[in-house]
Structure formats: structure tokens, C-alpha cells
């Protein structure tokens, strides 16, 4: 038989170019004694890994990559330690909040606020606008907020601070003066001015109705941007974050980006998404879709993907937003709120049908922000109709939040390939969750909102995210809260709407495996595997079989991303 020798032949040259391969990949540093959870399906588990240049070339036993190494090669001992693929967070806004704005996240009651803010004012002498985001609607009597609560302590300077939503805001008399706004302002389209039963603005403003006050802040500079970008890119890191996607990202901060790209300082993969809009106020009764504003946008995002395709800095999503929040009752509902009001839906279906069809054509994935069952019911619309418009498949278009979905829709997702992509930490039960959030939806639908179980079951990838800087980044507290549904103090006892609870493992997976899934990057990252990037995270403790409980005081011991490290914990050698 010839086929014998020539079987023969070809071992010894494919032995002979592995070891080629194997000489040429040096081996820079290998991590022995750890417990590697790959998220690889071929091994799921391993005790070490081998890392060249910014991959890694292999994965086994101690002495399988042992073996791969040098003289030089630096061994790192994990002492046993969980080593997972680095954190992807799915859904966040960067550069974020600027070193020169005011953080009023975890403020509890007005005093804080107040004091917060006048300690800030006070610090800050020089800033002509004071601003900021993240207070929430139980640090105020009756949940109430009014100007007159910072008029109390800032009279003399504009102020305005968002809610940590970011879908409405709070100003002072100041800033509503400088703007112009008085009780005779009509409410802008898709947007409200609050006003109090004497008809004078109360200083609150939903929606689209911020950029009547937001046109008059003056802008952020590049230089602002670029230490906010460093600043946040650093504290990610160290939460154990290597990728991200970036949920909304506005055109002109990209220099910021590319910037520190230049600089070799990029500790984060990004993936960008530029937004759509609706036709003009997305009123009700426009329906035709403006073509040469679309195209305009078409043409330059498709510039933008021919140009970033590398893995640092990726384009090829864009996102729109179909509805606000259930806080702010303007999540679009199909059924009334406990209290009336069912949302607003910002797009007319048949405006968002055609334009999502037209990017879907343009092969863009799609990121509809849609919080109430509505909104989540015309984004799947819309979805279904691209892909029956364009006869196409494997866009991997995703709902962003999906808070509160119909039960009917959710095979609607798997069948038309979409992605969840969920927050994790909007299932922490605190007092706005249990006070406003739960109370407007009513037992029947707060009992699977932010219910992350019913997606798994439903069979659907599953991207987690943060929403950061509406809520904190850190995967690993949001992994707590996924897994228990109780606040970090324990409350309450039993967890909220125990059922949606999921496991780490599957927490873990829709924070690695999935997330890259959801940005098109599985055949590069996500799992740890020989020739993917060499992302991933030493933790302190295993998360998989400690008491939840202690998944709080679990650390971030290292952070690799492309195989240099972007966090390293002093007390991690
Ligand atoms: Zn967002």
C-alpha cells in the first residue's frame, strides 16, 4: 500500500513543523498549580497555561507546559488560584464621567446630597457649570426632587446632576435661568419639563427634555476626556475587565481613544457603537424615513469599521434607543404602570423596521436599548422583519436591558438569533428596586424583570454588562447579586424573586464566552485556548465553590490583557 509510507511521511514533517512552531512561539511566562476555568468546551478545566507575546500557545497539566518552557521563560505559581477568562462587560459608556464632575452615587438622603454637592462647589471654585450624575430618587422626601433642594446650598452657580439612569436630571434656578426655561416652555418631543401645580418648572427634566438644559453646559475638552479615559480604564482593569462594548459612543470623543491607543496605553478592548436616531422627535405621525440623514450616517460608519478592525479598537455595531426607564415610568409598556402612564416609545415601528433593515444590509449588528415589554416587542419586530426583508442570518442583533419582557416573546430571541445583553447589577435589590422600580411594574411583571434565569432557560446567549457609569463595572459584586438577588447587606433574607437566581458558572460564562460571542469575537477570545489572546484574571478565591457570601471579599489579583499585565495587586507577586 503506498498510503503507509506516505502516512509516515507526513507525521514526520507535521512533528518536524510543530516543533518549528513550538521553537518559534517562546514561551514568555507560564502559570503552573492554578485551576483554569477556559469556558472551552474541549477542556473545560486545566492546572496551567503557557503565554507568548500576546497569546496563549497552550493550556494542560503542569508538566505538558512545563515542557514548553525556556530558560528564560518567567513561572509564575497561581498557588491554586481560579485563573477565567478576562471579564468582558457588554454594555457601558465610556470615557465617563469626567474628573471634573461631582459622583453622587451611593448618596442615600438629602442631607448627603446637599452636603455632597456644596463640598464639591466649594472645591471646585473655578468651574463655571457644576455637573454630575448618579443620585436616585430615594435620597428625596416623598421621592420627590425639586430645584429648591439645591438652590439651598448652590444659589449662585448652574448646576445640573443627572439621575443615575442618566435619563433625567435635576437643576437649579441658576441653570434653568441661563437656559431660558419657565413655566411657559412647552415639553420638547420625547421629553419632559416637570412642572409643580403652580406651573412653574420643579427643575426636573426626562428625557430628550436635558438637552434643553444640556445645549447651555459647555463642553468637555479632549485633554478632560483623555484623564477620564485613563483614569476609568485603570479601575477596570483592576475590577478584572479586558474588553468592553462601548453602548452609545458619540463620534467626537474617538480621538481620545485613538489617542491613547498611540500611547500604548490602552488597558481595555473596545468595541464601538455609534447611535441611530429616529426620524426627527420620532413623532407618532412622521413615517417616511429620512433617507439622506440615514445614508449620511451609513457612509460614515462604514468608513469607521473599514478603518478600526483590529482587536483593540473594533466598529461594526451601532445602537439606538426604543425607550427610557421603568424609574422614570418611560419604559414603553404594553399595560399601564400602577399608576398609570404606559412609556414612550421613541420610534414609530415601521421608521425602526426600515432602518434597522438597512443596516441590517449593510451587515451592522444592531443594539436596541429596550427596557419595558413593548419596547422589547418592537425591537424583536424589527428584527424579524430585517431578517425577512434581506433574507439574512447571524447578524447577532441585541436587546439591550431587556428588563421586563413579555414571557411570549422570549422564544422570539433564540428562533431569530438575538441577544440578550442584560445588566447584572439591575437585579440588586435596593431601595429603588423595591420602592419604585417593583411597585410601578406590580407583582405580575416584577416577578421576572431582571429575571436573568428566564433567558438562560429560554436557551438564549446572554451578554453581561454594567450599564457603568449608571452602575459600578465590578463583575464581581454583580456575580453576587446574579447568583444571590439579595443587596450586599443580605437583604432581602432569601433573595428578591428568588426563582430568576443563576449559578457563578453561568454568571461567569455570560461575562467571558457569551460577551465575546455577542461582539463577534469567540474565535479570538473569550475562552482560554490555545491561540486566543492571552486575556484573562486571577482571582483571590474560587468563586465557584466558596459561600456566596464571600464572593464580596474576593480580589482581583492580576489582569492580563494580551498577555501584559494591565492590574496586578501588590500583594500578588
Ligand atoms: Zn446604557
Known amino acids: ?18 516543533c518549528a512552531q513550538a521553537v518559534a512561539q517562546h514561551v514568555d511566562r507560564a502559570f503552573v498549580n492554578g485551576k483554569i476555568w477556559t469556558e472551552d468546551d474541549a477542556r473545560p478545566q486545566a492546572q496551567a497555561m503557557a503565554v507568548s507575546g500576546d497569546k496563549i500557545v497552550a493550556v494542560g497539566t503542569n508538566e505538558e507546559i512545563k515542557a514548553l518552557t525556556a530558560a528564560d521563560t518567567a513561572i509564575v505559581d497561581l ?54 450624575h448618579g443620585w436616585g430618587y430615594s435620597a428625596f422626601p416623598k421621592q420627590t426632587v425639586d430645584k429648591k433642594y439645591i438652590d439651598a446650598v448652590i444659589p449662585d452657580r448652574p448646576v445640573y446632576v443627572a439621575e443615575r439612569d442618566g435619563h433625567m436630571g435635576l437643576a437649579n434656578s441658576k441653570a434653568l435661568q441661563i437656559a431660558g426655561i419657565t413655566g411657559a416652555t412647552p415639553d420638547p418631543p420625547n421629553g419632559h419639563i416637570m412642572k409643580g401645580e403652580s406651573g412653574e418648572p420643579t427643575g426636573e427634566f426626562k428625557e430628550a427634555a436635558q438637552d434643553l438644559i444640556g445645549s447651555h ?70 413615517h417616511k424615513l429620512e433617507k439622506s440623514l ?74 436596541l436599548h429596550a427596557i419595558g415589554d413593548k419596547a422589547i416587542n418592537m425591537a424583536l419586530n424589527a428584527f424579524e422583519y430585517a431578517a425577512k426583508t434581506n433574507g439574512t442570518t447571524g447578524r447577532r442583533h441585541r436587546v439591550e436591558h431587556a428588563e421586563v419582557p413579555r414571557l411570549s416573546d422570549l422564544p422570539r430571541f433564540k428562533q431569530l438569533g438575538v441577544i440578550a445583553s442584560t445588566q447584572a447589577m439591575f437585579a440588586n435589590p435596593d431601595a429603588t428596586v423595591l420602592e419604585n422600580f ?4 406590580g407583582p405580575a411583571r416584577a416577578s421576572h424583570a431582571d429575571s436573568f434565569r428566564i433567558f438562560d432557560e429560554a436557551g438564549i446567549v446572554q451578554a453581561f454588562g454594567s450599564d457603568w457609569g449608571v452602575f459600578p463595572f465590578e463583575p464581581l459584586p454583580a456575580i453576587y447579586c446574579v447568583v444571590t438577588r439579595m443587596t450586599p447587606e443580605g437583604t432581602p433574607q432569601g433573595g428578591w424573586y428568588p426563582k430568576g437566581r443563576i449559578s457563578v458558572e453561568a454568571a461567569l460564562r455570560h461575562y467571558t464566552r457569551d460577551g465575546a460571542y455577542a461582539s463577534f469575537d469567540e474565535d479570538v477570545r473569550g475562552t482560554l485556548a490555545a491561540g486566543k489572546l492571552a486575556d484573562f484574571v486571577v482571582l483571590s478565591s474560587d468563586i465557584l465553590t466558596i459561600p456566596p457570601a464571600d464572593i464580596l471579599k474576593t480580589k482581583v489579583l492580576l489582569t492580563v490583557m494580551g498577555g501584559k499585565d494591565t492590574y496586578r495587586d501588590k500583594n500578588f507577586r
Do not use: C
Open 1 to 18: 500500500m503506498r498510503t503507509k509510507p506516505l502516512h509516515a511521511f507526513f507525521v514526520v514533517i507535521s512533528i518536524a513543523l510543530w
Open 79 to 132: 498557588q491554586g488560584r481560579l485563573v477565567v477568562p478576562g471579564f468582558q462587560d457588554s454594555h457601558l459608556h465610556f470615557p465617563g464621567l469626567s474628573v471634573n464632575e461631582i459622583d453622587l452615587h451611593g448618596v442615600e438622603t438629602l442631607k448627603d446630597f446637599q452636603q455632597h454637592l456644596a463640598d464639591f462647589a466649594k472645591a471646585h471654585p473655578s468651574l463655571p457649570w457644576i455637573t454630575g
Open 217 to 286: 453646559i459647555p463642553q468637555r475638552s479632549n485633554d478632560d476626556l483623555y484623564e477620564s479615559l485613563l483614569q476609568h480604564m485603570e479601575e477596570a482593569a483592576a475590577a478584572g475587565l479586558t474588553s468592553v462594548q462601548d453602548a452609545y459612543t458619540e463620534l467626537d470623543t474617538l480621538p481620545v481613544f485613538e489617542r491613547a491607543a498611540a500611547a500604548n496605553a490602552l488597558k481595555l478592548r473596545f468595541r464601538f457603537a455609534p447611535p441611530i436616531l429616529p426620524k426627527e422627535g420620532g413623532a407618532p405621525t412622521e
Open 294 to 367: 440615514v445614508e449620511a450616517d451609513l457612509t460614515r460608519y462604514r468608513e469607521l469599521r473599514d478603518t478600526f478592525q483590529g482587536t483593540l479598537l473594533k466598529f461594526g455595531s451601532i445602537k439606538g434607543f426604543l425607550d427610557g426607564t421603568v424609574d422614570a415610568r418611560t419604559a414603553a409598556m404594553f399595560e399601564p404602570y400602577v399608576g398609570g402612564g404606559t412609556g414612550i416609545p421613541f420610534w414609530e415601528q415601521d421608521d425602526l423596521n426600515k432602518t434597522v433593515a438597512l443596516y441590517d444590509k449593510e451587515g451592522f449588528q444592531v443594539l
Open 438 to 441: 417593583a411597585p410601578l411594574l
